[in-house]
């Protein structure tokens, strides 16, 4: 039966493999949850951003757990714009117990400007749809924004910079990480994430046993974001206190 | 010609049941919401990456970074297509972003999964067949092309149609079937090779 089977279609073992491997690696619901609270901790304040239903939730839990070391941050201000987030960046912990996945490098992902919604959306016909469940799940058109798009993409530029510089950085190449926020600087020099990327300005210069120009840098962020989770981040530098 | 499945997943919430009777008409994205999304297709977004290749310690970053731009883009959703389909064109972009970059992709982490497993209070037998599995199952990915990899992904694993699948990719229906054929092909063979090697060394 199985000898004789099509290879059009998959095998009786090679489903049971399927299954088991599928099974092996769905999340926990304890795993997806951790994840979402690390996301929305991220969303502190983003009444203009998503749903309602988002908002409410980023008010419940902000500043609880996130990913030790990096978490997105969407601020109110680039939510206004239609942005899309902003790194909070600190240091590599030990896992804590609260928080047993282990995370390690950034996603390090090259911008997804050229992929979402556009080229997404372009190749469904309307005579295409799937008459599946799931295909129910719609969402329904929104009104147009015209303006939105392209502040958000170009803040996924900024991002992808950014992300490349964290990358760097914590891989160890400090003189790149450095040299990638730097670029930021120079290209974004009003940019809504410079807190972040000083953060990684100061962690570069420390990892380069440049103390002194790491401290200028902190203070001014600290001057400009005292209360930010980022300039707590740096406690564990060089120019920690 | 194969058939190609019809019933997806059916993103299971929060309690791992259906999403509660959702109309069209009550799926809108207000009514719906972040949260609920984010539940409901967390193990999709999960799973592709793990099986993209992405190494475990990385999944989160990645799956997290997904739903950013989800989150970001959800404004801009314009219902042409199911929620899944728009949701694995994304994920599949930041995933491919991902992989594409030079050295972001190192061997499989699976002492990590298998700390994973452990950690779902399955017994160490259970997790030592999920091991083994989940090693196989990216060998004979590995063996695929790309594009294979990509369609088989989504249609055997994430149970997405061949309809679905096309638009997500952005390419033609019967380019979807060709590839799954191929892929299939690959993976019977594995398996029946495996499974072969298995009986030879068995005592």
Redo the contacts between chains.
């Keep these: 039966m199985v000898e004789t089977m099509?290879?059009?279609?998959?095998?009786p073992?090679?489903r049971n493999?399927?299954d088991?491997?599928?099974?092996?690696?769905?999340?926990?619901?304890q795993?997806?949850?951790r994840?979402?609270q690390?996301?929305?901790a991220g969303?502190g304040g983003t009444a203009a951003?998503?749903?309602?239903?988002?908002a409410v939730?980023a008010g419940k839990v902000a500043a609880q757990g996130t990913?030790a070391w990096?978490?997105?941050a969407?601020p109110a201000a680039l939510a206004v714009s239609?942005?899309?987030?902003a790194y909070v960046w600190s240091m590599p912990e030990p896992a804590a117990p609260s928080s047993?996945?282990?995370?390690?490098?950034?996603?390090?992902?090259?911008?997804?400007t050229?992929?979402?919604?556009q080229?997404?959306?372009?190749?469904?016909a309307?005579d295409?749809?799937?008459?599946?469940?799931?295909?129910?799940?719609?969402?329904?058109?929104?009104s147009p924004?015209p303006s939105?798009?392209p502040a958000?993409d170009a803040l996924?530029q900024e991002l992808s910079l950014l992300h490349e510089a964290l990358a760097a950085s914590r891989s160890g190449n400090a003189a790149r990480a450095l040299e990638l926020a730097r670029e930021h600087a120079q290209r974004y020099p009003a940019s809504r994430l410079g807190i972040e990327r000083s953060a990684i300005e100061v962690r570069s210069l420390c990892s380069l046993g440049r103390p002194a120009e790491a401290r200028k840098v902190a203070d001014r962020l600290r001057a400009r974001a005292p209360s930010s989770p980022v300039s707590a981040a740096l406690k564990d530098t060089c120019v920690g206190k | 010609?194969?058939?190609l499945p019809?019933?997806?997943?059916?993103?299971p919430n929060?309690q791992?049941a259906?999403?509660p009777g959702?109309?069209?008409e009550a799926?809108?994205?207000?009514e719906?919401?972040?949260?609920?999304i984010?539940?409901?297709y967390?193990?999709f977004v999960?799973?592709y990456a793990?099986?993209r290749g992405?190494?475990?310690?990385?999944i989160?970053?990645?799956?997290?970074?997904v739903?950013?731009?989800?989150?970001?883009?959800?404004?801009?959703?314009?219902?042409?297509?199911?929620?899944?389909?728009?949701l694995a064109?994304?994920a599949?972009?930041?995933v491919?972003?991902?992989v594409?970059?030079p050295g972001?992709r190192p061997a499989g982490d699976y002492l990590?999964?298998e700390q994973?497993?452990l950690?779902?209070g399955v017994s160490p037998a259970e997790a030592l067949?999920?091991?083994r599995?989940?090693e196989?199952?990216d060998q004979l990915l590995e063996k695929m092309s790309d594009v294979q990899r990509e369609v088989f992904i989504l249609c055997?694993?994430e149970q997405l149609?061949s309809?679905?699948i096309?638009?997500?990719l952005?390419?033609n229906?019967n380019t979807v079937r060709t590839r799954l054929?191929a892929a299939?092909?690959l993976?019977?063979?594995g398996?029946?090779r495996q499974?072969a090697s298995q009986k030879w060394w068995r005592p």
């Design positions: 099509s290879d059009n279609e998959l095998r073992a090679a493999l399927l088991v491997a599928r099974t092996a690696r769905t999340p926990s619901d795993r997806r949850e994840a979402y690390a996301l929305v969303l951003v998503g749903t309602a239903k988002v939730a990913f990096f978490k997105w969407l239609g942005g899309i987030g047993p996945a282990p995370v390690r490098a950034p996603a390090e992902v090259e911008a997804p050229a992929a979402p919604a080229p997404l959306e372009a190749p469904v309307a295409s749809r799937s008459a599946q469940p799931e295909a129910e799940i719609k969402l329904a058109a929104p924004k939105a798009k958000g996924v | 010609m194969a058939s019809t019933q997806p997943e059916g993103a929060p791992g259906p999403l959702v109309s069209p799926a809108s994205a207000r719906l919401g972040f949260r609920e984010h539940d409901a967390f193990g999960w799973r793990a099986n992405v190494p475990a310690m990385a989160d970053d990645v799956v997290q970074e739903f950013v731009v989800v989150h970001h883009r959800l404004e801009s959703f314009e219902g042409r297509s199911s929620l899944k389909t728009w064109g994304i599949y972009n930041v491919r972003g991902y594409r970059k972001n990590d999964e994973d497993l950690a779902q067949e999920r091991k599995a989940l196989t199952l055997e694993i149609s309809v679905e096309a638009e997500a952005g390419i229906e054929l299939r092909k993976f019977n063979a398996v029946a499974q």
